[in-house]
């Protein structure tokens, strides 16, 4: 028997977040019916700018196997009062409720995370701390499954945790089929990290310490010991490294580090440079090295990153 999948619409969400659960969740494969696909208006006097056919309301969450809030449509508007409670009763009934995008603002604001693992848009990412801090959000992942709750980062990641749920339910090869009519690939490496522009601090309140980058940032290749940059700024290496971390909110190392990364993406990107080439010019002292710094900041290769952001 199809899988009952109830897709909750507000008539202010993006339709393009609406679009990828609808049309994965639809009877892609002509041979195969996979979902019954429910479209719940949870404004039924409001439908928005669209014409969708709707198969009712709230009242039909009871018939469901699965929720999905795709997207939402205000991070400071909790959901009602009634979907609240329908999301809450699916969640003890053990029913699957999926959050896309910011969708998992709406399940935080029915409490059905607390003490969960989740994932929204990396935008969101301090708001939704601050706002739900019982909740353990994974800044980086595309999606996070925790019992029976499922999360996804943003629009695009939203496509890959629609295909988990297919893979989840159905296996990998009918996932993959449904990848395949879609063009897209049925699973992506790495995490939210190789989409976040996070520059490296380049200006702090502290004058000295700003003097001390910008003459590091000229020179980053070069080998650095902290008990020198101390010297050079008057202060033991205990004064200079409590300093530091005030100053810029991370270490010098993790600092050095982050900025010579920063650089390898321009070469990554624009350069026929080889791996080995790259990590010597940016200051690392082997390859082995860079990769291993790099993979753990971006969850991806070097390699894995030119191949996709590549000229």
């Known amino acids: 028997m199809p899988i009952k999948i109830g897709l909750l619409f507000h008539p202010d969400v993006k339709l393009f977040q609406f679009s990828v659960p609808h049309m994965i969740f639809s009877d892609l494969l002509p041979d195969q019916k996979l979902f019954d696909l429910f479209v719940l208006n949870i404004e039924p006097h409001r439908t928005g700018s669209v014409f969708l056919h709707f198969d009712g309301g709230l009242e039909r969450a009871e018939e469901m196997d699965v929720l999905i809030v795709a997207g939402w449509h205000d991070v400071d508007e909790p959901p009602s009062a009634e979907l609240q409670r329908v999301l809450q009763k699916a ?88 990848a395949r009519i879609m063009v897209v690939p049925p699973h992506r490496e790495g995490g939210q990290a190789q989409f976040i522009d996070t520059p490296v601090p380049t200006k702090t309140n502290d004058r000295n310490i700003n003097q001390l980058l910008a003459k590091i940032r000229e020179n980053s290749t070069a080998c650095y010991r902290i008990d020198e940059l101390a010297e050079q700024l008057a202060m033991s290496r205990r004064t200079f490294t409590r300093h530091f971390q005030k100053a810029t909110g991370t270490s010098f190392t993790q600092w050095l580090i982050a900025e010579r990364l920063q650089k390898s993406l321009d070469l990554l990107e624009s350069s026929a440079l080889s791996i080995e080439q790259i990590a010597e010019q940016i200051g690392f002292q082997s390859a082995v090295s860079f990769r291993e710094h790099f993979k753990e900041k971006y969850q991806v290769s070097p390699n894995q990153w030119r191949k996709t952001f590549g000229e």
Do not use: M
């Open 91 to 178: 969640y003890a009934q053990n029913k699957i409720l999926v959050g896309l995008c910011y969708g998992t603002y709406a399940l935080a604001y029915s409490g059905v995370l607390d003490g969960k693992k989740a994932a929204t848009h990396w935008a969101g990412e301090q708001d939704f701390i601050s706002r739900f801090p019982q909740v353990k959000l994974d800044s980086n992942a595309l999606y996070v499954d925790d019992g029976n709750i499922i999360t996804s980062a943003g629009t695009a990641a939203s496509l890959d945790c629609c295909l988990y749920i297919v893979r989840k339910f159905y296996g990998s090869r009918t996932a993959n089929q449904i």
